[in-house]
């Protein structure tokens, strides 16, 4: 089973080469840690990140609610990208006709294409969406985490659903770097990586329907590769200290799941 699989190792497995990147990063750096900067300013995103980022494998972004957003904040989070080697995930959950992705994922003020290393789609509008995306990468090494399931209460995700947006992705092998899903038999190929949301230390949710774990159980219960944490360390005292302690227990879960 995947989750018993060394990250090194999956590497090797990987048929995306955003996510061959993403596991040798987690092996080079030892940290399945995702940081969620929900923060308003590029300052602050950026001063943030200058702290944490040599913690985290991955940064997830939602730039559409940054008020300051602009072409000199892309250059300078890709330098920190590089500086400090974490990979960006813009979570813009694309869910409309592909030939408006297309247009979403190139265009606006954004121009998310030119800059992300992946993004996050929901599977609900149908292939459509995933081959949008594959023509627009322009022979680039892009990256897409499917939105499988989600953290929140109450959501309309079924079991049927899930299954059926495993099975397309895996007509996309070169596009695919994994899925954001909660439980470890979502799917089984070790060349994927599961991106796990929802994860706290100090409480279990917030009052507008998120559902917290801990990283003892995603990571060892379900079956989660790399934890994604928001507020947990963003709402901190000290962002950096929070960073170290959530990458100290989640690689310490993954040194014990693969020890078996
Ligand atoms: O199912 C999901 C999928 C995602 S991508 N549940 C989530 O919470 N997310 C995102 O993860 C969400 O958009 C937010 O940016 C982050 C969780 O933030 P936190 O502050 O609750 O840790």
Redesign the pocket.
């Known amino acids: 089973d995947r989750a018993s699989i060394s990250f090194e190792k999956r590497a090797e497995l990987a048929t995306n080469q955003v996510a061959k990147q993403l596991f040798e990063i987690i092996a080079l750096k030892k940290t399945n840690l995702c940081i969620?900067v929900?923060l308003t300013s590029t300052a602050k995103i950026l001063d943030l990140l200058e702290k944490v980022g040599e913690h985290v494998c991955l940064v997830?972004t939602?730039v559409d609610i940054i008020e300051d957003f602009n072409s000199d904040f892309v250059i300078q989070i890709k330098q920190l990208s590089k500086r400090l080697n974490f990979l960006i995930l813009e979570?813009r959950k694309y869910a409309d006709i592909g030939n408006t992705v297309s247009l979403q994922y190139l265009n606006g003020l954004y121009k998310i294409g030119e800059w992300a290393d992946c993004v996050?789609v929901h599977s609900l509008p149908g292939e459509g969406i995933l081959k949008a995306l594959n023509g627009s990468t322009n022979g680039v090494s892009r990256g897409v985490f499917l939105?499988a399931e989600?953290?929140?209460e109450g959501n309309l995700i079924t079991p049927d659903y899930t299954k059926a947006t495993v099975e397309m992705a895996a007509k996309y092998p070169d596009l695919i770097t994994g899925f954001?899903c909660q439980n470890k038999d979502t799917f089984k190929d070790p060349g994927l990586i599961q991106l796990t949301?929802?994860?706290?230390l100090e409480t279990s949710g917030?009052s507008l329907g998120?559902i917290y774990n801990t990283p003892e159980k995603v990571i060892l219960d379900k079956g989660a590769d790399i934890a994604?944490?928001?507020?947990?360390i963003v709402a901190a005292k000290s962002p950096e200290t929070q960073a170290v302690v959530y990458k100290n227990a989640l690689w310490k879960c993954y040194q014990k799941r693969i020890s078996g």
């Open positions: 969620s929900d997830k939602h979570d996050t939105l989600m953290s929140s954001v949301p929802g994860v706290q917030d998120q994604v944490v928001g507020r947990g």
